[in-house]
Structures are given as C-alpha cells and as structure tokens.
C-alpha cells in the first residue's frame, strides 16, 4: 500500500525552529528513473488548503509560498524516500496540520498521495 | 498573484446533481485538479487534468474547464459525498501552487 507518513509536529513557542519529516512506504521517490516531486500543504483548524512549499524529483529546485519563503526549507534524501521541512522563525500563524503530498511527475502534476499530516502548535 | 474563486458552500438532494466552480483568470488555459477532504481526514484527488479521473473514483465525478470557469460535477450525489472540495492549479508565472478557498458540499 502506498502511504505517506509525518512526524515531527509538536508544540513550539514563537520564533523557535522544528523539522518535520515525511517517509515513503509502498512505493520509491526513483520510479524508473523518474523521482516524484513532493510537496507540504498545511491547513489550519477549521481553514482551507495552504500550499507551503515543494521541490522538484531530483532536488534541484524548490519553491515556497511567499508567507514561508526565507523561513522554510524543503528539502528530499531520495536514498532514504524522505523529505524534510525545516521551519525557523516560528509565527503563532503557522499554527496548522502539515501535509506531505507526492505529485503524480512534477510540479504541475495532481498531488495523488497524501499523508494524515502532523499538527504544528506555535505558542507561548 | 493568482486568485481562484470557489463558492463558499453547495447544496443539493440526494440523488441530484451538484455543481462546484473554480474561477480564475483565463484558467481555461491551465490544468485544473480537484480534491476532497471529508471531515477528520487526509484530502483526496478526485478529479485531475481538468476532467481526467484517478482510478478507484466514481465515475459520477467529472470536470470541465473553459474560459474563466472550470467546474466539478457530481452526479448521483449520495451522502457520502457530503465533504470539502478544493480546485487546484499550478501558477507558472509565479512558479506557485495555488488552491482555491474550498467549497463544502452539503447534502440536504
């Protein structure tokens, strides 16, 4: 079964650091030669869909909304199925369930695997 | 940047059909996705490429997109399709991924 799975949400106060995790299981980031770009969505309780950020199959582009940009990090380790967000300067707005998703190819593929998130809580 | 457009809210009988828009700038030009996201739960692909759809959806899901309006059709709509849907689409201008606000899908 192809699943995706988040770890490393918890509590943190503002203007702290965390890095969340996302591990590939039932299926590689290397499918024949093709590596799935992958991408963090967030959602705040009660909100909509927040696109984060995202990097491409093989690392070597990444791309984050304007709100992270400069704050985030994404990065991937094809080796271990892995991709990272390392977030820093923490905000009480960032305050939200994280999503991993794999697209289908690229950056303009759907998004057709999706993790069960991890929540991030940023307070005093 | 771009801005998609989604109605707020959709309701509709069982068994009827249901209509969901997106709007945005000539997004007639652009490869549109849709998702749902049932209460508690992970988003789902629904409908990709405007009105191509993943394996194991229904096929009472199809899309359509032209002009300034791509739309996600639901027909036979039953209960358990009472959920949020969010149009999506790649902003390649921007290189951003944008999502539309949702639309919760109410069956009455």
């Known amino acids: 079964e192809v699943e995706l799975l988040e770890s490393g949400g918890k509590l943190v106060q503002p203007g702290g650091s965390l890095r969340l995790a996302c591990a590939a299981s039932g299926f590689t980031f290397n499918n024949f030669g093709m590596n799935y770009a992958m991408t963090w969505v967030r959602q705040t309780p009660g909100k909509g869909l927040e696109w984060v950020a995202e990097i491409t199959g093989d690392g070597g582009s990444t791309f984050y909304a304007d709100l992270v940009k400069g704050r985030f990090i994404i990065s991937r380790d094809n080796s271990k199925d892995t991709i990272y967000l390392q977030m820093s300067s923490l905000r009480v707005e960032d305050t939200a369930r994280y999503y991993c998703a794999k697209t289908a190819l690229g950056v303009t593929y759907p998004m057709d695997v999706w993790g069960q998130g991890t929540m991030v809580t940023v307070s005093s | 940047s771009y801005i998609l457009t989604q109605p707020p809210s959709v309701s509709v009988a069982p068994g009827q059909t249901a209509r969901i828009t997106c709007g945005g700038n000539t997004i007639g030009s652009k490869s549109v996705h849709w998702y749902q996201q049932r209460p508690g739960q992970a988003p789902v692909l629904v409908v990709y490429?405007?009105?191509d759809r993943p394996s194991g959806i229904p096929e009472r899901f199809s899309g359509s997109n032209s002009g300034n309006t791509a739309t996600l059709t639901i027909s036979r709509v039953e209960a358990a399709d009472e959920a949020d849907y969010y149009c999506?689409?790649?902003?390649?201008?921007?290189?951003?991924?944008?999502f539309g606000g949702g639309s919760k899908l109410t069956v009455l």
């Open positions: 490429d405007d009105s």
């Open positions: 999506q689409v790649w902003d390649s201008s921007s290189d951003h991924l944008i």
